[in-house]
């Protein structure tokens, strides 16, 4: 049961890293946004916190970088999650 739990939980966070990585290649104007508008209201409500929490002199800046930020941070939280439960 733990190694499914893990398999299930190792591949929600590895779509969602995904998801993140094509929302930022979409956002440098592929294509218009309302082919991907369904990309941004999956990933919005984690990178608009990291957003808030890097202050009004990051999100002045022309990079936005929460979604590195993001995915680090669930770059590592996998890495624990695996190792705390044995995977």
Same mark, same amino acid.
């Given at each position: 049961m733990k190694s499914f739990f893990l398999n299930v939980l190792?591949?929600?966070i590895q779509a969602y890293i #995904?998801?993140?990585v094509l929302?930022?290649?979409l956002?440098?104007?592929f294509l @218009?946004?309302?082919y991907w508008r369904w990309l941004i209201r999956l990933t919005e409500p984690v #990178?608009? @916190?990291v957003r808030r929490l890097l202050g009004r002199s990051a999100v002045a800046t022309a990079i936005d970088f929460?979604?590195?930020i993001v995915v680090l941070l669930l770059v590592f939280l996998r890495r624990w999650l695996r190792s705390w439960l044995g995977g």
């Open positions: 190792d591949w929600t #995904l998801l993140i929302r930022v290649f956002s440098w104007g @218009p946004i309302r #990178l608009a @916190p929460s979604p590195a």
